[in-house]
């Protein structure tokens, strides 16, 4: 079974600052890799997601994630902080044969203003 | 093109009882995929459904059950309720074989065990 390990249960930037928030995953074979949002009271929103091609992703509200197979990581990152940005961050994985998901257990990210 | 749709988002109940949760796919999807988030325990699959039969399974003990309809709608059950699954049900639909591959997720029902 996959794992999916994400450094940091909580995350705090400032208004303005770099967000970045780490993902790591155990397959040896380059799986489908995502990140989600999730608001309070609230279901998770996909972000952004990589299956196949280009390495560096882009996805909603700026943010952006790049693929490195050598790391087997699919760090999360946003130039400048917004408030809005304060949510639970989850990334997940999803081998490219059958549907089961792993996720991580999340990223609480906090933005000081 | 509606979400997913989870009833009911609220639900109280006591210790012993069971309790059923439904969740409509997004039109088209026939997979369906339940989760349990707790704060402790993040993120935990429980099972997926596709076509009617289940097709993976995570590691919860017999009280919790689910089945899928002819129309993809889906419904989990949880008998003998314990404090400890209290807890935001997620139901997640996609189209399992093709793409896009990701999962769409519903606003969840809360459920408290009292």
């Known amino acids: 079974a996959q794992s999916v390990t994400q450094l940091g249960s909580h995350v705090s930037v400032s208004e303005g600052a770099l967000v970045l928030l780490r993902c790591n995953y155990s397959?040896?074979?380059?799986?489908?890799l995502f990140w989600y949002v999730q608001y309070p009271n609230q279901g998770l929103q996909l972000l952004l997601k990589?299956?196949?091609?280009?390495?560096l992703v882009k996805g909603i509200n700026g943010f952006e994630a790049e693929f490195k197979k050598s790391e087997t990581s699919f760090h999360l990152t946003k130039p400048s902080a917004h408030m809005s940005d304060a949510a639970e961050y989850f990334c997940?994985?999803?081998?490219?044969?059958?549907?089961?998901?792993?996720f991580g257990t999340g990223t609480s990210l906090t933005v000081i203003p | 093109k509606a979400g997913v749709t989870q009833t009911p988002r609220y639900l109280i109940k006591t210790r012993g009882q069971q309790v059923t949760l439904s969740c409509s796919p997004i039109s088209g999807h026939r997979s369906v995929s339940w989760y349990q988030q707790t704060p402790g325990q993040g993120l935990q699959f429980l099972f997926e459904y596709f076509s009617e039969t289940q097709r993976n399974k995570g590691n919860f003990p017999g009280r919790f059950s689910g089945r899928q309809f002819s129309n993809s709608r889906s419904e989990m059950n949880v008998s003998t309720l314990e404090l400890g699954d209290s807890a935001l049900y997620l139901c997640?639909?996609?189209?399992?074989?093709?793409?896009?591959?990701?999962?769409?997720f519903g606003p969840g029902t809360r459920l408290t065990v009292l």
């Open positions: 990589y299956t196949t091609g280009a390495t």
């Open positions: 997640a639909s996609s189209f399992r074989e093709s793409r896009p591959y990701e999962q769409f």
């Open positions: 997940a994985v999803r081998e490219n044969t059958g549907n089961q998901f792993y």
């Open positions: 397959s040896s074979v380059p799986p489908y």
